[in-house]
């Protein structure tokens, strides 16, 4: 579910939801979050690179196991405007913000609410 708001291109509307799933449980859910995160910028760079190569994007849907078809389009019109660059750099932040979450004293709140706006930012 927070992969649709990573993709809104509404900041108020993301921070609110990761609001929301942070505060639904008492222990930390910066780890799934950040899981999610990850996720999606794989499959946003594993389109780009794949568009930039000419690939179809039913075969890029299948192989990257994108669905439902809103979430597909989402995705492939997010990663056609980004291009291979700028989303290996998104997957990158993200990689980063994971090793941080686990090694470091950062805030995770901060970190997570960040990580939230690189995505509102790369999908407008």
């Known amino acids: 579910a927070i992969q649709s708001y990573l993709l809104c291109g509404d900041p108020v509307r993301a ?4 609001r929301v799933i942070l505060g ?6 910066a780890v799934p979050v950040v899981f999610a995160c990850s996720d999606l910028a794989r499959k946003l760079m594993g389109a780009s690179e794949a568009m930039a190569q000419g690939v ?11 669905w439902p078809a809103s979430s597909k389009d989402a995705i492939l019109g997010t990663a056609r405007r980004l291009g291979p660059a700028r989303a290996r750099a998104l997957f990158e932040e993200c990689v980063a913000a994971d090793v941080a979450s686990k090694s470091t004293g950062i805030d995770t709140g901060i970190m997570l609410e960040r990580l939230m706006l690189s995505f509102v930012n790369a999908s407008r």
Request: avoid cysteine; glycine fraction near 4%.
């Open 56 to 66: 179809n994007a039913n075969v890029i849907g299948k192989e990257l196991k994108l």
């Open 15 to 18: 921070l609110r939801e990761l």
């Open 24 to 29: 639904n449980s008492p222990k930390s859910n």
